[in-house]
Structures are given as C-alpha cells and as structure tokens.
C-alpha cells in the first residue's frame, strides 16, 4: 500500500526546474519522471557505445555513424555523471522505475489472463482460431507458458496490493471525470434550454409581428378592392 502511495505521488510530482525553450525565451516545469526519462536514455546510449557487437548491428558496421553515437554517448556520459551525483534524484528514479515496472507487471497479469482464458474456451478458440488447429494448438502453447509466469506473479504479494491500489485509483479517477463531464452537460443543457426559452419566445414576437403585418396587408387590399 505504501508503494502504490509513493507510485502515485511520484508519477505525478514536479521539480521547481525551469527549462528554457528552442528560442531561451519560454520556460517550462520539468517533472521528477523527465528527468527520470533522461537519465534512462542517457545511460541507453552510453550503454550503446560500450557494446561493439549491438553497436555494430545498429548502425550497420557504418564507421561514421558508429563515430557519431561514440561522440554523442561521451557527452551523454558527462551530463549522466552530473545528474547521478543528485542522490535525492537518483533515489527519485530508483522508485518511480519500480512503480512503472509495478504498473507494467499489473498490465501484464490481465493479458495473461486473457489468453488463459480463451484457451480454456473450446468455443471462443475454434473462433478465434477459425477451427485452425494449429493455430489453436499454438495459442494453446502460450497459455501454458503464459499461466507458469502468472502463477508467479501472482505469489507476490506486495504486487498485487499495489495493483490492487492503482486498480482503485483509476477506477476513483474515471468516476471523477466522468461526474465532471456529467456537470459540464447538465450545465450546457441548462444553456441550451435557456436559449432555446429566448429563441422561442424572439421568434413567437416575430410571428406576431409578421401576422400583424400580414393582416394589414390584408385589410388594405379589401378596401382596395372595395373601392
């Protein structure tokens, strides 16, 4: 529970960083969780650098952009070296990176779960499958795997009180903005009533007007014909 806390506080904390715009004249709030996210791509590119062989695979074997990620991961190295030296930072992003590990565990029980489920479904299969057998014989397969890696993440117990709680607290957030579009409605429809009130009453003065109008013209054409 006091994981799934901090998961939800920290996803949503912001450091008082102001970071200036392409042209130094904007600035904008940068949050724990994107400097988190720099941090990560740093140490991927350093990490690129280091490995010949993915290296070598990312750029083709083409000696000059393996020389222009080795430039760009030196770089990336200092600046990396700069915000890890922020021990509040780091331990920062230690948390959030298991919150989001957390979120993606939760993600991935209810796929599982689903595709055991529809393995176990003779009818839903055949339909899924289009009576393929080796296609349901394959699916088959990947929920075995699939209940195995379930079965274990399920026995932590301190995972599924975190899903538990984000469960929850999505749920409590869907329920909060769809009661402030029901209000946003109401009160639209309230608008809307209350023009469509003046409308109505602006166009029964002008039905007036024009048989008024109308009953004029009617009256001068009688005596007209009268004469």
Do not use: H, P
């Given at each position: ?13 912001t450091?008082v ?18 400097l ?12 690129l650098?280091?490995n ?7 750029t ?17 190295s ?16 230690a ?13 991935s ?17 055949a ?7 080796t296609k349901?014989?394959a ?16 026995s932590?117990?301190t ?13 409590a957030?869907?329920?909060s903005k ?20 003046a409308?109505a009453?602006?166009g ?17 054409a009688?005596?007209m014909?009268?004469?």
């Amino acid at each position: 529970m006091q994981f799934s806390s901090l998961f939800i506080s920290l996803m949503l904390s912001t450091a008082v960083v102001a970071k200036g715009g392409k042209n130094g004249t904007s600035t904008k709030a940068v949050t724990d969780k994107s400097l988190c996210k720099e941090m990560a791509s740093l140490t991927k590119l350093v990490n690129l650098a280091a490995n010949t062989t993915k290296l070598e695979e990312k750029t083709k074997n083409n000696a000059t952009k393996i020389a222009d990620i080795q430039a760009k991961a030196s770089e990336a190295s200092t600046k990396l070296t700069t915000m890890e030296s922020n021990t509040t930072l780091t331990a920062t992003c230690a948390v959030i990176a298991a919150a989001a590990q957390t979120e993606d565990d939760c993600s991935s029980m209810k796929s599982l779960q689903k595709l055991i489920t529809l393995a176990a479904n003779a009818t839903k299969l055949a339909e899924k499958t289009k009576n393929n057998a080796t296609k349901a014989d394959a699916i088959t397969a990947k929920a075995a795997k699939a209940q195995t890696k379930l079965d274990a993440l399920m026995s932590n117990s301190t995972l599924m009180s975190a899903c538990e709680t984000i469960a929850t607290t999505k749920a409590a957030e869907k329920t909060s903005k769809n009661s402030t579009k029901a209000a946003a409605a109401s009160a639209s429809s309230s608008a809307s009533a209350a023009s469509a009130s003046a409308t109505a009453k602006s166009g029964a003065s002008m039905l007036d007007a024009k048989a008024g109008l109308l009953s004029t013209v009617v009256i001068v054409a009688a005596g007209m014909m009268m004469l």
